[in-house]
């Protein structure tokens, strides 16, 4: 009981507020993107996805130090900020977000794309025919028809980011109210043996990630068994 009393809420809320920022920033940028790489008959496209899914596959430490020596205030990027906007983007909350994003980013492209490519293409076509614009026809005719992977794409992206660990330690480090999100917290209570702690923090996490996928599919299902696919 005495474990429960331990515990800060700053790391959670420090997690769900980066995760918002990361989902909201995503969403805006990546949404022509998906929606163009559906589209694309480009030789090049492969190579796109490929790079797209990059952060999938390749261990968070690894991208963790490549965003740290980019981000960097002796790299050009992070000199730029540091300078023009007086913004340090490593050991920040700002650095964060801009890590978040990167490694998030396929989990926010990938259910956009696989929706907009499932898509009846006559649908499409009929748009255009009646002089919509490619943007009129995305947000218009595109995007309310796809629905489950939109709320997918939002709902991973937002509990991918609340449950990532080594980027989030390499380039922000463990700083109370400002880079120390829960996953890191867990961290240094079994660090420091504060094993009961831990548990109460892992297990805030494990019921967070359990709830969210169970929305994921609760949602589907609901839209599979209106649609008639499923009795």
């Not at 800060?8 to 990546?30: E, R, Y």
């Not at 390499?170 to 996953?183: L, Q």
């Amino acid at each position: 009981m005495t474990e429960l009393f331990s515990i800060s809420f700053s790391p959670f809320i420090l997690s769900f507020k980066l995760a918002g920022f990361t989902t909201l920033i995503l969403f805006i940028a990546v949404l022509p993107f998906a929606w163009w790489l559906s589209q694309t008959k480009s030789r090049f496209k492969p190579i796109l996805e490929a790079l797209t899914a990059l952060p999938i596959v390749l261990p968070p430490s690894v991208l963790g130090f490549y965003l740290l020596v980019l981000l960097s205030p002796d790299s050009a990027l992070g000199s730029f900020f540091e300078d023009m906007f007086d913004l340090k983007l490593v050991f920040s909350f700002a650095g964060l977000v801009v890590a978040s994003c990167l490694y998030s980013f396929p989990f926010m492209v990938q259910p956009l794309q696989n929706g907009f490519e499932g898509l009846n293409k006559h649908m499409l076509e009929a748009s255009y025919l009646a002089g919509k614009s490619t943007a009129k026809t995305l947000f218009s005719v595109a995007l309310p028809n796809i629905k489950p992977s939109l709320m997918t794409a939002l709902i991973i992206t937002f509990a991918h980011t609340v449950g990532e660990f080594g980027v989030v330690l390499m380039v922000g480090g463990s700083i109370p109210g400002e880079t120390k999100v829960a996953s890191v917290a867990v961290y240094e209570m079994v660090e420091t043996m504060e094993y009961g702690v831990a548990h109460l923090y892992a297990a805030v996490m494990l019921l967070m990630s359990f709830t969210v996928l169970l929305g994921v599919y609760l949602f589907h299902y609901r839209n599979k068994k209106s649609l008639g696919i499923i009795s």
